[in-house]
């Protein structure tokens, strides 16, 4: 980059993911639709109805709050709009056929969204059963206009500088939750049914990466992936070295093939996985909830310039504080982020819902004011 040039988002970004100290520490949060549609004056619901209007009010939210990076789901194929229609009635957000009328399913809008069907697919039961599941090739994914509205956002994000994250979630465990009907019956596959297990594993990993791909062809940055059950607050160092951390790594290979970067988010406390991370092979790792125990103090003396961190906000402050102790608390994460680069101001997890925007905006000015590295 010409020194001389002022530094974009995408910039900074680009340069704090490959160890360089850059102009300041970025801000990226963990926004999703939820939230960026309350951002933007719209109901999380509109999103459910319209799901273009989800990419948009993504990077609305990006721009409103300043942000460097903006984060974008998978939508659904073009055929979708044609065939489901939904509606608000009594109360809850259905989902039905649109040529039968036929009711499918309720929209958990106050749990993050997903549809729940009426009648849910069969469990996976045995290892054929998960090897005959369908693995979608990117070209697909795009012949069909998966990305059709995001790719539309991507280019007018990067239009205003912004560094642009595709979603690739669900390498392991929440993978193995859809198909095996629950939490609990995943986790205690690791234990009854481990063989299953990692047949899940091993077609999760490929769908993702070919999720990935299409991405990356419509020109993201970054990849994201993770799950938000793969911690040490669920699972023992263990089970995650034996089933996700090779899940990951393969994952992040790829994605660094392709020539774009990858940073994997986790939630709860990762403290005793700290020393696994660093062989995942991802440019940077999301999270450090301080409501679960963790800081980013102790985790950067912990990974040092080895890894990019991400995180260290609390959600509860971001949901529940005064603008002032917002920008306070986000302050000390940059103070203690910042010596060395490699760290990103952001939320500890998914910015709730209803945060008051006021109080995103008190982080962005800490970064801003607090997280320059330019010598005066």
């Known amino acids: 980059m010409d020194a001389r040039r002022p530094m974009t988002s995408r910039d900074r970004l680009k340069t704090v993911y490959s160890g360089g100290i850059p102009d300041r520490v970025p801000f990226l949060p963990t926004i999703s639709t939820d939230h960026a549609c309350q951002a933007c004056g719209r109901k999380f619901e509109d999103a459910l109805?319209?799901?273009?209007?989800?990419?948009?009010?993504?990077?609305?939210?990006?721009?409103?709050?300043?942000t460097d990076a903006v984060r974008f789901l998978m939508g659904p194929d073009v055929a979708w709009y044609d065939d489901k229609v939904v509606a608000e009635e009594g109360g809850k957000l259905v989902q039905r056929d649109?040529?039968?009328?036929?009711?499918?399913?309720?929209?958990?809008?106050?749990?993050?969204?997903a549809l729940i069907p009426l009648a849910p697919p069969p469990v996976?039961?045995?290892?054929?059963?998960?090897?005959?599941?369908?693995?979608?090739?990117?070209q697909e994914y795009l012949e069909r206009g998966y990305l059709r509205d995001v790719q539309r956002c991507v280019a007018r994000a990067h239009e205003k500088g912004l560094f642009v994250v595709g979603l690739c979630s669900s390498q392991t465990i929440n993978f193995m939750v859809e198909q095996l009907g629950g939490s609990e019956a995943a986790l205690l596959s690791f234990l009854d049914a481990?063989?299953?297990?990692?047949?899940?594993?091993?077609?999760?990993?490929?769908?993702?990466?070919?999720?990935?791909?299409?991405?990356?062809?419509?020109?993201?940055?970054?990849?994201?992936?993770?799950?938000?059950?793969?911690?040490?607050?669920?699972?023992?160092?263990?089970?995650?070295?034996?089933?996700?951390?090779?899940?990951?790594?393969?994952?992040?290979?790829?994605?660094?093939?392709?020539g774009v970067f990858c940073y994997k988010h986790c939630c709860g406390n990762y403290n005793p996985l700290l020393a696994g991370l660093l062989t995942v092979g991802v440019d940077a790792m999301d999270g450090i909830d301080p409501t679960s125990g963790m800081s980013v103090r102790y985790t950067k003396e912990k990974v040092g310039d080895k890894l990019t961190l991400m995180g260290g906000l609390s959600c509860l402050t971001l949901l529940n504080g005064t603008p002032e102790e917002v920008f306070a608390e986000a302050r000390k994460c940059v103070e203690a982020g910042k010596p060395g680069g490699r760290y990103v101001l952001g939320s500890a997890c998914a910015v709730p819902r209803f945060t008051p925007s006021e109080n995103m905006l008190?982080?962005?000015?800490?970064?801003?004011e607090c997280g320059s590295y330019e010598t005066r």
Do not use: W
Not at 100 to 113: F, L
Not at 128 to 134: F, K, L, P, V, Y
Not at 362 to 368: E, H
């Open 49 to 66: 109805i319209n799901p273009a209007f989800g990419a948009e009010c993504m990077l609305g939210a990006a721009v409103r709050y300043s």
């Open 98 to 113: 649109r040529s039968t009328g036929k009711r499918e399913g309720t929209y958990d809008v106050a749990g993050g969204g």
């Open 124 to 138: 996976v039961r045995t290892i054929r059963e998960a090897g005959a599941i369908e693995v979608m090739p990117a």
């Open 194 to 258: 481990p063989d299953l297990a990692l047949a899940l594993i091993n077609k999760a990993v490929p769908i993702s990466i070919e999720k990935g791909k299409a991405f990356i062809s419509i020109g993201v940055d970054c990849i994201y992936i993770g799950d938000s059950y793969a911690s040490a607050s669920v699972i023992s160092p263990a089970i995650y070295e034996r089933f996700c951390a090779p899940a990951y790594r393969e994952a992040a290979q790829e994605f660094h093939r392709l």
């Open 362 to 368: 008190a982080a962005a000015r800490a970064a801003r």
